[in-house]
T-cell receptor, first 113, second 115 residues
Framework: ETGVTQSPTHLIKTRGQQVTLRCSSQSGHNTVSWYQQALGQGPQFIFQYYREEENGRGNFPPRFSGLQFPNYSSELNVNALELDDSALYLC????????????FGPGTRLTVT | AQKVTQAQTEISVVEKEDVTLDCVYETRDTTYYLFWYKQPPSGELVFLIRRNSFDEQNEISGRYSWNFQKSTSSFNFTITASQVVDSAVYFCALSHLSSGYALNFGKGTSLLVTP
């Protein structure tokens, strides 16, 4: 186990709704990244937070937003859900200096109907 | 541009066979990191190995071995004497400073090992 937890495990939402996914980082990790993995694809980088500020973003629209809290837990928020948002959402945490060691959580499976 | 290509979509082998998973990458950075992850049906990504661009030494860990060749921009992964438990999707990934060390994944290779 990596010490990274995510909730909920599964979620079903309707198109147009909003969703919040949560991630609890491994103790001492101040950097968290979120990835979207569509079925049959590799994970795609959404964004990264370091010390509560976004410091990197992939090719995702602004309706994908996030927060990182002082205890380094984080949230991924998606507004105006679309069918294509159905995917496995993974978070990964690391210390800022350990650029080569990212620890992934088990993921949240989001289904948009 | 960064890009990771895993040309093999699916591979099926019989237990005890050796299998090599290919990974080819593109980057303009001179300092970068390469990774392999395993994703079993449960979905969690399991870290297998990372290599930095200055370390071309091949590595062996039990039945797993990795061949990093900068000349061909390849980072291939070999499983010797495959086992049923090796069945999973395997991802190669690339990261570097200019992307904040975000991981750029290939599309993955699905490996099925049958008894």
């Amino acid at each position: 186990e990596t010490g990274v937890t995510q909730s909920p495990t599964h979620l079903i939402k309707t198109r147009g709704q909003q969703v919040t996914l949560r991630c609890s980082s491994q103790s001492g990790h101040n950097t968290v990244s979120w990835y979207q993995q569509a079925l049959g694809q590799g994970p795609q980088f959404i964004f990264q937070y370091y010390r509560e500020e976004e410091n990197g973003r992939g090719n995702f629209p602004p309706r994908f937003s996030g927060l990182q809290f002082p205890n380094y837990s984080s949230e991924l928020n998606v507004n105006a859900l679309e069918l294509d948002d159905s995917a496995l959402y993974l978070c990964a945490s690391r210390t800022a200096g350990a650029r080569d060691e990212q620890y992934f959580g088990p993921g949240t499976r989001l289904t948009v109907t | 541009a960064q890009k990771v290509t895993q040309a093999q979509t699916e591979i099926s082998v019989v237990e005890k066979e050796d299998v090599t998973l290919d990974c080819v990458y593109e980057t303009r950075d001179t300092t970068y990191y390469l990774f392999w992850y395993k994703q079993p049906p449960s979905g969690e990504l399991v870290f297998l190995i990372r290599r930095n661009s200055f370390d071309e030494q091949n590595e062996i860990s039990g039945r797993y071995s990795w061949n990093f060749q900068k000349s061909t921009s390849s980072f291939n992964f070999t499983i010797t004497a495959s086992q049923v438990v090796d069945s999973a999707v395997y991802f190669c990934a690339l990261s570097h400073l200019s992307s904040g060390y975000a991981l750029n994944f290939g599309k993955g290779t699905s490996l099925l090992v049958t008894p």
